[in-house]
């Protein structure tokens, strides 16, 4: 079971819905759980981070985690064409190697 | 600017041809790692360092060597590369190590023939 996983998609959804997109990961002493940005070619960019359960808000984007069911996303209002890219879920584990686990990524279409 | 800085953004190399890819940040940031990212496997993390002369292997030390002798630079040393070293390579640099303000550089492209 990989560490931290995410459907590679592509997610397509036209633009002004709302994305959802998912993470589950297996360890589960983590805790701290961010969201990172990657458009083709450049690199990972920080959108969001969460520590706690519950929901997190910052302008059109929602992080929720749930640390019961190991589970983190991303909800993205309105979206955009410009959010076209792939996301990165990535977590902070309490495996005492002080080591952010990545998963593979969500590739997110908008279509206008 | 605050930023992370990498060279060369491009390098093709062959086999067994020692080479160093550098790193630096301007923000005076303690924490720093390199991450090489390949398709269908996402980012993972070679090395770290929490500080100058303080290194520790991430995910997939083997082949690397990095250093540390001054807080803004991390280079990633490749002494015999091999062709399974052909990836996209990446530093980034955070305040500490809670990662909440982590920054990347814009990469490098190795290709090792």
């Known amino acids: 079971q990989k560490e931290v996983e995410q459907n590679s998609g592509p997610l397509s959804v036209p633009e002004g819905a709302i994305a959802s997109l998912n993470c589950t990961y297996s360890d589960r002493g983590s805790q701290s759980f961010f969201w990172y940005r990657q458009y083709s070619g450049k690199s990972p960019e920080l959108i969001m981070f969460i520590y706690s359960n519950g929901d997190k808000e910052d302008g059109r984007f929602t992080a929720q985690l749930n640390k019961a069911s190991q589970y983190v996303s991303l909800l993205i209002r309105d979206s955009q064409p410009s959010d076209s890219a792939t996301y990165l879920c990535a977590v902070f584990g309490n495996t005492g190697f002080q080591k952010l686990v990545f998963g593979t990524g969500t590739r997110l279409l908008v279509s206008p | 600017e605050a930023q992370v800085t990498q060279n060369p953004r491009y390098l093709i190399t062959v086999t067994g041809k020692k080479l160093t890819v550098t790193c630096s940040q301007n923000m005076n940031h303690e924490y720093m790692s390199w991450y090489r990212q390949d398709p269908g496997l996402g980012l993972r993390q070679i090395y770290y360092?929490?500080?100058?002369?303080?290194?520790d292997k991430g995910d997939v030390p083997e082949g690397y060597k990095v250093s540390r002798k001054e807080k803004r630079n991390f280079p990633l040393i490749l002494e015999s590369p091999s062709p399974n070293q052909t990836s996209l390579y990446f530093c980034?640099?955070?305040?500490?190590?809670?990662?909440?303000?982590?920054?990347f550089g814009p990469g490098t492209r190795l290709t090792v023939l």
């Open positions: 980034a640099s955070s305040l500490s190590d809670n990662y909440n303000e982590q920054f």
């Open positions: 360092s929490m500080n100058v002369e303080v290194t």
